[in-house]
């Protein structure tokens, strides 16, 4: 497993938007997929985005494509998932995740079993 932090949670209104931040070392973004999941109350874990480390080939929920972009930041190490246009049930407790590069088999990209190691989260609150 290897060591992610989140950061750029908070509260916004409705419309608002937010940057959330998956800190990781240099060695880490390199060879691991990155991905953000979130967790509303009485929910499940969802699947938000992933970005491949190889190739930079992203991947979006459905609920959340065309607000919301992962990227790659190399002078803070980091991926950043930018989220605009916030609607309440965005709201959450945001988490990032990674995964191997070399790991074998089939695997979904938005799917948590995918993944080995997580981050601690941060909360994002969207009013309406």
């Known amino acids: 497993q290897v060591q992610l932090a989140e950061s750029g949670g908070g509260l916004v209104q409705s419309g608002g938007s937010l940057r959330l931040s998956c800190t990781a070392s240099r060695f880490v973004l390199d060879y691991y997929h990155i991905a953000w999941f979130r967790q509303a109350p009485g929910k499940e874990r969802e699947g938000v985005s992933c970005?491949?480390?190889?190739?930079?080939?992203?991947y979006y929920a459905d609920s959340v494509k065309g607000r919301f972009t992962i990227s790659r930041n190399n002078a803070k190490n980091t991926v950043d998932l930018q989220m605009n246009s916030l609607k309440p049930e965005d709201t959450g407790f945001y988490y990032c995740a990674a995964r191997p590069q070399d790991y074998s088999g089939s695997w979904y990209p938005l799917s948590q079993s995918a993944y080995n190691s997580w981050g601690q989260g941060t909360q994002v609150t969207v009013s309406s």
């Open positions: 970005r491949l480390s190889n190739d930079g080939s992203t």
